[in-house]
């Protein structure tokens, strides 16, 4: 069974300053892995995903992640947030099951930035 | 035009009733989700659909009652609601063959249910 670990709750950070969120994941298969971000009172939305080929992938809104196959980590960077940073984000993990992806998710970690 | 759309987007209902909340997805995609997010924000799988097929059913008590009429429809029934049932609920849907399979899922924006 699959099973992601998001290890903060919550981050605050000050506006501009540079951010990690960790990510950690156990699975005995190749995997897909995915940050997802959920602003306020909203449903989920697709930040970032590796499939494969570079370990280093980013999003367009200036985020990004980086593969670690040796430590099991996906953690998300972002150099300098903004106050629209704000927002719930989710690490998850893809496993292939009965045709179905099924995404396994952490736990959360609320980023809060402040101006 | 939502690409994956949820009604109603709140309800909130007394113990014991029977609630249905609906789900629809423009996408072409084949495979359909009901996730489950308590108050402390936990996602869960529920069910997943494919081509109307019953594909993953993870331990949910049988007052949960999914139904596909079409590849692009996933409703959920409620029967008999209790106040643990209170929670967003999110659909979601995916293409799930060949290369196109990216494990991505589409999320709708929930449907947030209150049992009092």
């Known amino acids: 069974a699959q099973s992601v670990t998001q290890l903060d709750s919550q981050v605050p950070v000050f506006e501009e300053a540079p951010v990690e969120l960790r990510c950690n994941y156990s699975?005995?298969?190749?995997?897909?892995l995915f940050w997802y971000v959920q602003y306020p009172n909203q449903g989920l939305q697709l930040l970032l995903k590796y499939l494969s080929g570079s370990t280093l992938v980013e999003s367009i809104n200036g985020f990004e992640a980086e593969f670690n196959k040796s430590q099991t980590s996906f953690h998300l960077r972002k150099p300098s947030v903004h106050i629209s940073d704000t927002a719930e984000y989710f690490c998850?993990?893809?496993?292939?099951?009965?045709?179905?992806?099924?995404?396994?998710f952490g736990g959360g970690t609320r980023l809060m930035v402040k101006p | 035009d939502t690409a994956v759309s949820q009604t109603p987007k709140y309800l909130v209902t007394q113990m014991g009733n029977d609630k249905s909340i609906k789900c629809e997805q423009n996408l072409g995609h084949d495979t359909m989700y009901w996730y489950k997010q308590d108050s402390k924000k936990f996602l869960k799988i529920m069910f997943s659909?494919?081509?109307?097929?019953?594909?993953i059913n993870e331990t949910v008590p049988n007052r949960f009652s999914p139904k596909s009429p079409d590849k692009a429809h996933l409703n959920l029934h409620i029967n008999s609601l209790e106040l643990g049932d209170s929670a967003v609920y999110f659909c979601?849907?995916?293409?799930?063959?060949?290369?196109?399979?990216?494990?991505?899922?589409?999320f709708g924006e929930g449907s947030r249910l209150t049992v009092l």
């Open positions: 699975s005995s298969v190749s995997v897909y």
């Open positions: 998850a993990v893809s496993e292939v099951k009965n045709a179905g992806n099924m995404l396994t």
């Open positions: 659909y494919n081509n109307k097929e019953l594909i």
């Open positions: 979601a849907s995916s293409l799930s063959y060949g290369t196109l399979n990216t494990g991505e899922l589409f």
